[in-house]
């Protein structure tokens, strides 16, 4: 699964009614078309972009090729999601060379202000540089300066 194809694909609200009619019931475009005021053409293209990114299966019944979602695909990006959202915050670690020990020890542990140089890091050159330069981001622990 193209995790960003299927993120793609449903962030269109058509594409996500199309979605969310096919889980209650099979439909071919014809339906589709009629339950969304739509013309065949514009839900076939709709149609294509999710079949593409692996959301939809087909069945031809007659002449008619009537849509279903394919689940396992809703419930890999659900998971993914999930994952992600579990992803927790690394702290500095000065071994990696992301900070020296001094600042770790200064800026994020006791939550003192940042020098120059770890703003400079954790902002960048313009930031520190910059009008802004007394804010800070919500991952810097640090105090703003009164």
Do not use: W
């Amino acid at each position: 699964m193209d995790l960003t194809l299927v993120l793609k694909a449903i962030a269109d609200e058509t594409r996500m009614k199309i979605l969310s009619l096919l889980l209650r019931h099979n439909y071919c475009v014809r339906a589709l078309a009629r339950k969304l005021g739509l013309s065949e053409g514009a839900v076939s293209q709709h149609l294509k972009v999710l079949r593409d990114a692996g959301l939809l299966t087909g069945e031809k019944k007659g002449y008619f090729m009537h849509y279903d979602v394919n689940r396992d695909v809703l419930h890999t990006l659900a998971a993914e999601i999930e994952a992600l959202a579990c992803v927790e915050r690394e702290a500095c670690t000065p071994d990696a060379g992301e900070c020296s020990s001094s600042e770790q020890e200064r800026c994020h542990v006791k939550k003192q202000n940042c020098s120059e140089e770890v703003k400079e890091f954790c902002h960048g050159k313009d930031f520190v540089k910059g009008e802004n330069s007394h804010e800070h981001h919500r991952h810097c622990q640090c105090h703003k300066p009164e």
